[in-house]
């Protein structure tokens, strides 16, 4: 009870001295200062009323605890429920301070070979400011310099921590299902897609989910990722530079034991046996939106995508030969480029 003592004393003080100022002021009425005079007695009354409805309240409370204390009874606790408010705040990007904008004309972007010996996680752009945690670039206006050049490569260094990670789960997805040893990683790029491409990528995974990566081994007519050499072919036949302009195509992929669909695999041996030679292949690192998958256990066992399903596993020799076909353009987008043998 002590506790509420102060409050009240102090509310009992306030309504007092507001209700004598207030009777003080009507006392002391004077129709030539009308309108200043006027507003002060509303004040008054009001700052009076407020306090003494507070008062009231201790009042009743105080008495609402002392007849709980008479009965011995547990005071109940009324707790009244606040609503919660939340404000979004708005992301405010700040651009980086940045002078890289003549970043097109910079050798690396023409001969990356040049400048492979960089420090360890720099951005894959910029190649002078650390990359911004797990992305490979240091801020938004690297991403968006990136992004306006885009469709293209960018070589990541061999002593890159992006490399080795790559190179990591290369080796780790090999699985020697035909005897064969792990090539050597000879180059790795990071592709940067176009923004429309990305958006529709990330609609389609908003809605299925489930993602995963996978590689896709395909050929090329021309000579990209070889020692830095990055400039996409015009050559319509060359499988690998189309890729990289504009994703997969669901109607230019082959037929395969699944039917019309684009094929991956978990494993990295299986995807190198559709390069053009395993001294000298290429093979995309690609992210896949699987969905709802539906397992099979034999070749041809579905030839199109089955109602409900998004995507079709044969998980063939325990994963060794895994074949992973979706059936979808926007299910899969590249993301890597390697260059292998
Ligand atoms: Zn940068
Ligand atoms: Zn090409």
Same mark, same amino acid.
């Given at each position: 009870?002590?506790?509420?003592?102060?409050?009240?004393?102090?509310?009992?003080?306030?309504?007092?001295?507001?209700?004598?100022?207030?009777?003080?002021?009507?006392?002391?009425?004077?129709?030539?200062?009308?309108?200043?005079?006027?507003?002060?007695?509303?004040?008054?009354?009001?700052?009076?009323?407020?306090?003494?409805?507070?008062?009231?309240?201790?009042?009743?409370?105080?008495?609402?605890?002392?007849?709980?204390?008479?009965?011995?009874?547990? /005071? %109940?606790? !009324?707790? *009244? +429920? @606040? &609503?919660?408010?939340?404000? =979004? /705040? %708005?992301? !405010?990007? *700040? +651009? @980086? &301070?940045?002078?890289?904008? =003549? /970043? %097109?004309?910079?050798? *690396?972007?023409?001969?990356?070979?040049?400048?492979?010996?960089?420090?360890?996680?720099?951005?894959?752009?910029?190649?002078?400011?650390?990359?911004?945690?797990?992305?490979?670039?240091?801020?938004?206006?690297?991403?968006?310099?990136?992004?306006?050049?885009?469709?293209?490569?960018?070589?990541?260094?061999?002593?890159?921590?992006?490399?080795?990670?790559?190179?990591?789960?290369?080796?780790?997805?090999?699985?020697?299902?035909?005897?064969?040893?792990?090539?050597?990683?000879?180059?790795?790029?990071?592709?940067?897609?176009?923004?429309?491409?990305?958006?529709?990528?990330?609609?389609?995974?908003?809605?299925?989910?489930?993602?995963?990566?996978?590689?896709?081994?395909?050929?090329?007519?021309?000579?990209?990722?070889?020692?830095?050499?990055?400039?996409?072919?015009?050559?319509?036949?060359?499988?690998?530079?189309?890729?990289?302009?504009?994703?997969?195509?669901?109607?230019?992929?082959?037929?395969?034991?699944?039917?019309?669909?684009?094929?991956?695999?978990?494993?990295?041996?299986?995807?190198?046996?559709?390069?053009?030679?395993?001294?000298?292949?290429?093979?995309?690192?690609?992210?896949?939106?699987?969905?709802?998958?539906?397992?099979?256990?034999?070749?041809?066992?579905?030839?199109?995508?089955?109602?409900?399903?998004?995507?079709?596993?044969?998980?063939?020799?325990?994963?060794?030969?895994?074949?992973?076909?979706?059936?979808?353009?926007?299910?899969?987008?590249?993301?890597?480029?390697?260059?292998?043998?």
């Amino acid at each position: 009870m002590g506790k509420s003592v102060g409050p009240w004393f102090f509310w009992g003080c306030m309504g007092a001295v507001s209700t004598a100022r207030k009777f003080q002021l009507d006392s002391t009425y004077d129709p030539d200062h009308f309108y200043s005079d006027h507003k002060r007695l509303e004040a008054m009354e009001a700052l009076g009323f407020a306090n003494w409805t507070i008062l009231t309240l201790y009042a009743i409370s105080l008495c609402v605890r002392v007849a709980y204390a008479s009965s011995g009874e547990q /005071i %109940p606790t !009324i707790t *009244f +429920p @606040i &609503p919660r408010i939340t404000f =979004s /705040i %708005p992301r !405010i990007a *700040f +651009p @980086i &301070p940045h002078n890289d904008l =003549s /970043i %097109p004309n910079l050798p *690396f972007l023409r001969d990356q070979a040049s400048i492979r010996n960089d420090s360890n996680s720099t951005c894959l752009m910029c190649r002078r400011r650390p990359r911004n945690g797990r992305f490979d670039f240091s801020g938004i206006n690297c991403r968006d310099e990136a992004k306006r050049l885009s469709p293209m490569l960018l070589e990541i260094p061999r002593d890159h921590a992006t490399f080795s990670m790559i190179q990591l789960k290369f080796q780790q997805s090999w699985k020697p299902a035909n005897g064969t040893t792990c090539p050597r990683v000879k180059y790795f790029y990071r592709i940067v897609e176009t923004s429309n491409s990305v958006a529709s990528y990330h609609n389609y995974l908003r809605t299925y989910g489930n993602e995963g990566f996978f590689y896709h081994g395909t050929r090329r007519s021309c000579r990209l990722g070889d020692n830095g050499h990055t400039t996409l072919c015009a050559s319509p036949l060359c499988n690998a530079c189309s890729i990289i302009r504009t994703s997969f195509a669901v109607t230019l992929a082959n037929p395969g034991a699944f039917g019309q669909g684009i094929y991956t695999s978990s494993a990295s041996n299986k995807s190198a046996s559709y390069s053009n030679s395993p001294s000298n292949g290429i093979m995309f690192l690609t992210k896949v939106v699987l969905g709802n998958i539906y397992n099979v256990n034999r070749f041809a066992e579905v030839t199109t995508c089955p109602t409900g399903y998004q995507s079709v596993v044969f998980d063939r020799m325990n994963g060794q030969l895994n074949e992973t076909v979706v059936y979808t353009d926007d299910a899969i987008r590249p993301v890597y480029l390697i260059v292998f043998g």
